[in-house]
């Protein structure tokens, strides 16, 4: 039997311990806590509403903006952050001013989350050092502070490798948290706000996040050190699936399966249930599938091969998926896709910087051209780095049995998004324009161009030329799908793109 004496040095001893345990351990400090990085872009600039970037437009804010401004403490009331990172420039700072003082917070200034739009590749290698330019400044130096002297002066990569160096600085400046459990908010921008959710996410930089102002994304380090998007633009994220078609070769159109946006589970084994129906439909195929992704990249997780060789062109017919984990359906869903009599012109086209207007014309003597891929940002390969006016063209045909097939559907070419503004010729003739040129600049760089076309103007040999001018970031024709054909089968290939 134990003696009460003994009893109470148990107790005491165990009482000890706890208080040892908690105060060498605190919440929050475990290695199993995960790291909450929250991203916020600030409030619309003029620059947002115009498109016109300009120094003085950058630093006046839009009446949406100022509204945003003035409701950003009832915005971030139901968050709780640890540190609050900054990037240098104005209008971040501005946007969270009024935060950080009702809340009596300083916030530190991260050259590395300032804003830079850069096309990355995964051959893209980091740079060793990033060129510094001017001196920080402070908005206010009681409620902004500098991380330490040294971190005094904004960065200015001069190109893609400076540039995902950048990134993958302020990547390892935030992993450096891991484990705490902290909630970190970073106040940025649009280009790096979407290449820091990248790196952190493992995926290639290529600005597939549209991070909108004002709106919160939250990203949480999981127990391996993975990072998954929980929210996006204040909406909880929702993993979502589509198919994408290849064109009809031999009498088969493959499917494809892809994450919208990203796979956010990697790791985990999902079983597929496909369905294919024709346009009447009547079931064609079906079949089950399996498949485990252990990165995040952007093959597609799984193909189908459909037979329409008995199947009209211009047909639209469906696919029903059910996606299950460990016998629990997980996802379900249904996507059309096209037997196309659509022409694509993605691929190889040509491209020369510079302005001459005679290059619109059919019979213009292309000397010293550069070969580029569409759709694909010109900075990539054919002309890194460069800001200014450069001038697409491309030669394809259009048959007699492929206008047959087009019957007297309107024509319409679908020239994907041009970066930033574009006049476009066929055959000489201009067909449309979207954006403007300086010095009334107007970007409309995710805006696809859809431009109809007379038939009189089509031939059997024809000549396509895009006058395009970028003023900052990336720029070309970027991003597709590039086609031309009757309008209803180009809106549907445009409604795949755009899910």
């Known amino acids: 039997m134990i003696s009460m004496h003994r009893k109470r040095n148990i107790l005491l001893r165990v009482f000890l311990l706890f208080t040892f345990v908690f105060v060498c351990f605190p919440a929050g400090a475990g290695g199993n806590k995960g790291l909450k990085v929250y991203i916020t872009r600030h409030a619309e600039t003029m620059g947002n509403v115009t498109g016109n970037y300009s120094e003085e437009n950058q630093r006046t804010f839009s009446p949406k903006g100022l509204t945003q401004i003035e409701h950003i403490n009832d915005k971030l009331k139901n ?35 300032d804003e830079k739009c850069f096309d990355i590749t995964s051959s893209t290698v980091p740079a060793k050092t990033i060129p510094e ?14 991380r330490d002297p040294s971190a005094n002066r904004m ?16 990547k390892e400046m935030l992993v450096r948290y891991s484990g705490t459990g902290m909630s970190i908010l970073l106040v940025g921008h649009y280009c790096t706000g979407s290449r820091l959710m990248e790196v952190l996410l493992d995926l290639e930089s290529k600005g597939r996040f549209a991070p909108k102002n004002c709106a919160v994304s939250l990203l949480e380090q999981q127990p391996d050190g993975i990072f998954k998007l929980l929210q996006y633009n204040d909406k909880p994220f929702i993993q979502k699936f589509f198919w994408k078609q290849d064109n009809a070769k031999g009498g088969f159109i493959t499917l494809h399966l892809f994450p919208d946006i990203f796979l956010n589970d990697v790791n985990k084994e999902f079983n ?14 079906n079949g089950k599938d399996t498949f485990k992704a252990y990165k995040r990249d952007d093959k597609p997780l799984m193909s189908v091969k459909v ?41 190889k086209w040509i491209i020369k910087k510079g302005d ?44 007699e049995d492929e206008l047959k097939k087009w019957g007297d559907k309107k024509i319409v070419l679908l020239l994907g998004a041009v970066d930033d503004a574009d006049v476009t010729y066929l055959n000489g003739v201009e067909i449309g324009r979207t954006g403007r040129f300086p010095p009334d600049k107007n970007t409309a760089w995710d805006t696809p161009r859809v431009y109809l076309i007379d038939r009189s103007i089509l031939k059997d040999n024809n000549v396509l030329a895009v006058r395009v001018c970028d003023w900052g970031g990336g720029g070309g024709i970027w991003s597709g799908p590039a086609a031309i054909g009757p309008s209803d089968e180009i809106n549907i290939l445009l409604n795949q793109k755009n899910r």
């Open 272 to 285: 597929v249930n496909w369905k294919v129906f024709d346009s009447e439909g009547a079931l064609m195929i």
């Open 155 to 170: 960065y200015e990569p001069r190109n893609a490798s400076e540039g995902l160096a950048q990134f993958l600085k302020a």
């Open 79 to 113: 968050y709780r952050f640890d540190r609050v990172f900054v990037s240098p420039m104005y209008r971040t700072q501005y946007t969270i001013f009024p935060y950080l003082k009702s809340h009596n917070i300083t916030a530190e200034i991260w050259p590395e989350i």
């Open 307 to 347: 037979p329409v060789g008995n199947i009209k062109e211009s047909s639209v017919c469906g696919i029903e998926t059910v996606m299950s984990h460990k016998g629990k359906e997980m996802y379900s869903w249904k996507d059309k896709f096209l037997v196309p009599t659509y022409k694509s012109l993605e691929g």
């Open 133 to 146: 330019s001017g001196l920080i400044e402070l908005f206010d130096e009681k409620y902004f502070k500098l």
């Open 356 to 399: 001459n207007p005679e290059r619109a014309k059919e019979d213009y003597h292309e000397n010293k051209w550069i070969p580029v891929n569409v759709p694909e940002g010109w900075e990539k390969n054919a002309l890194p780095g460069y800001d200014g006016i450069a001038w697409y063209r491309l030669k394809f045909t259009v048959t």
